[in-house]
């Protein structure tokens, strides 16, 4: 049985969602985050996520929620 997944209806609404998910990753991927007077990605900081020390990794969360906090406008457009 052969099934199609795929309709000519939906295209445009692929495009966009490709362009929006690029958007995302970019700002992720761009990002560089200050911590403990250091300036990393999330990449690097991910680590600091899941220090043995809790307040070490707070410290971290709470980098990347201000990161988060001072994109949300650009947030909140990829997201609506």
């Known amino acids: ?33 200050e911590f403990n007077g250091e300036k990393m990605s999330f990449f690097q900081l991910n680590r600091y996520t899941i220090s043995k020390d809790r307040s070490e990794r707070k410290q971290a969360y709470e980098a990347i929620s201000s990161y988060y906090s001072n994109h949300e ?4 457009d990829i997201f609506d």
């Open 1 to 33: 049985m052969k099934i199609k997944t795929y309709s000519d209806i939906i295209a445009e609404d692929l495009q966009q969602e490709k362009k929006l998910i690029g958007e995302y990753f970019s700002l992720l991927g761009n990002a560089v985050i």
């Open 73 to 76: 406008d650009k947030l909140d």
